[in-house]
């Protein structure tokens, strides 16, 4: 009797290893596909502005790829602080897994982003931060290091006595304050012939209007640098319509369409492109990896890329700034 | 040897044949599944991948074909522009340029364009362009980009001077319309200047989108996570269901190791990175085809096939232990069961036997059914030789009972036969009458036991004679309590005690001497004391009184030794003679009966 309640016990041991093992391995892998629920606040969702629509591109292919479900909220125009805010407070009643978010405003937002953190929602910014360390990951263009590219690039193009002016976007915006330093550091001892720097509050109108006044004020002008899309794209404009490219060089980060075609007209002498795409991608792929309790990195640098009109046609620049979107 | 005692402490290691057999049965069922699982996994797992990489070879092949088709078909479209007359003379005609003539040619080409554009949607572009000349595109609507040096686009430098022989470029940006920057494939081929005279520096390109090579590279499934990728003679990528993801450097692919690949199926990375490359080379594009497979995705179907194999090994293995241990106990029941009545046969109770069920005709029946049998045997030699003692204790009792002492016979005659001379004819009445009923009883009644009222009956008549012989030597009281009247007692037990009282004790005492028989109950037990006041015994010759050889031959033979060995045969050692004796005060001798007494000694 004894000897027989010992067997029933061992097979017993036997079936139940069986069940526990066979449940831990359906709970991992339940756990593992996992559809988790993603918000992305951009700046602005601008089908004139490449930056942008190929980072958010980016980040709807991770996610189709990751099988989470991305929800893209964007104000229409960059800048638009209170819009950006009323959407995140949009996006937080959704009560997502994580809210990814690309601040227009280095203060404005924290309040609510800590509300969103005691809910529980995990944050990661994108492309920008803000003043406080609230972010769970950041996924950036390391701006320092760009602007920086561009300094050193800029000085080549110059020579000791050049005047200088930047066009920035937005001021006490992190990637406008880095940008600009690191501009400065490139520049080196030529950053003494930095004259002048003006806010377009990205917008393509105001930076090339700023342009033009800084023409005026400064007719010695050698080069304009722009910190963003908007801000280099309208002063070149501006140059263009007077028919300055010869006289100043329009050099800045962010490349579109049109930044191409006005560096193949040779008013752009160099662009310092982001990778938005990857940027957007690896902001959704890294955010899912947090999510399923990997190890992640908290700060992400998407990287960055000097284009000039002598290698803008070869296939690595061609990869980078023109969006391969055919298939599918 | 030495094996032989290995293989004994093994066996030894279980306590029981029930263990042995089952871990022995558990042990090779549990090898034979798991050789049987390991060979059936690794036959699985040779067989789909070998399969499979026949089937990928095949498929990969058969879309190079495809491929190379396809685009000698959209070079036939190029050649038969590029050797049009519109095209070569509309490109180097000089002589006699007339603006009307030429607007003849281009109108016939683009209306030529239109047609095969309106006919093919994986037509891009397609057009004529010339360095600082011609730029004829499409519809011819569309404006050219102003800004582009044809010199810096390899589709263009590749294609011009290279005639009869068509350029095909890799993936690449086509900027030579204004405002469009769509991903293209190249075709291009020169337009050859036979006059002689300028360059020939006219080329026509057809720029292919990617849907008819996407839709011929992943028709061709090859698993859910297999694909299919087409890389140029440089190692560029043409095709690639991920280019975006490629070009944007989130992933990654082995590029170099198809590049150099020796064979046609190129085996990398590790783990679940598993992947098999399979390749074609095209002759015609220059283009190598790679089909993708993730091993591990290729091993799914087996992997599932292996899950069942060891599913259906644990189950089979559970389902043997739970068989071998059925078997075991099935077999070791009965030679538990065997083993434990056993033991209580040992222990005496042949009745053990009789509860064994002859399990089955097998061995163990048959040793079941030798040890009943046995068992039986003994049983009934046990009760035979019980009889048989039981019979020989009668005779010897018998034989112990029937000797009379002659001379006491003798003596009592002789003193009826004084008696009648001397005319006492009342005691010769009283003494023959006691005579009669002392003969009476000690012959005449076959039975084991009597009565304690009879016996006591017995002793009194023995007494009276006694008495009457020694007028003034003897004196006798009785005092039995008449509730022990009827326990039986083993006959001539007292009259032999009462007997040796008067030989021992009071014979020798010079004064009248009394003896007193009381009888009583005492704890169940029936109690008879015979007590006399004679000259009574030391202590030795107390121990030494149920010695054998104090046999008295002068009585009549039935000694202390006697009457004790009977009585401790027929109730048990714990009952029988006790004596209490003092030298000079005389002797108290006590009979010990049980009162509730067990019938077979009735039988026996």
Redesign the interface.
Known sequence: MK??KQ?LM??GI??AV?LVSGGMLYIRQKNYSKKWSLIYIPKTEDGTNDFWTSLIS?TR?AAQECGASLEILAPEREQDVEVQNRLLKEAIEKSPDAILFSPSSFDASDELLQKAKEKGIKITFIDSYTENDIQDMTVATDNLEAGKQLGEYARTLLNEDSRIAIVSHVKGVSTAIEREQGFREGLGDYNKNVVDVVYCNSQFDKASQLTEELMEKYPDLEMIAGMNEYSSVGAARAVQKHDMEGKIQVVGVDSS?EA??LM???VFKGIVVQ?A??MG??GVTETVRMLQGKPYDENVNS?CQLVTPENM?S?EI???I??????K | MNEKNREQKFLKGFKSIQSTIFVATSVLVLCAVLVATAVSVRYTNSTIYENSAIYTQTIIRQLNQNIDSYITYMDNIASVIAKSQDAYQLLYQQIGEDEAVKEGHRKRLLEQFSTILKGRDDICNIGIVQKDGVMLINSGYQATNPDLDLSTQEWYTNAVDNYNQYCLSSSHVQHVIKGQRPWVITLSREVHNFYGTGNSDGVVFIDLNYSAISELCDQNSIGDKGYVFILDQDGNIVYHPSQQQLYNELQTENIDIVMNADSDTVVTGEGDEEKIYTLSHSETTGWTIVGCMNMAELLKGSKEANNIYVMTAIVLVAIAMLISSFIARSITLPIQKLRDSMERVQEGDFKAADDLLVPSQNEIGSLTTSFNVMTHKIEDLMAQNVHEQELKRKSELKALQSQINPHFLYNTLDSIIWMAEGKKYEDVVLMTASLARLLRQSISNEDETVLIGQEIQYVKSYLTIQKMRYKDKLEFEINVDPSINSVHIVKLVLQPIVENAIYHGLKYKESKGLLTVTGYQKDGDAVIEITDDGVGMDEETLGRIFEKHKVNYRSNGVGVYNVQRRLSMYYGKEYGLRYKSEKGKGTTVTVVIPIEQEEHHEKA
């Open positions: 000897k027989r067997w061992l097979v036997a079936l069986c980016g292919m369409q191409v075609q193949e007209k040779g990778k795409f990857k991608y690896l990287g046609y296939s061609e990869k980078l023109f969006p391969f979107n055919i298939l």
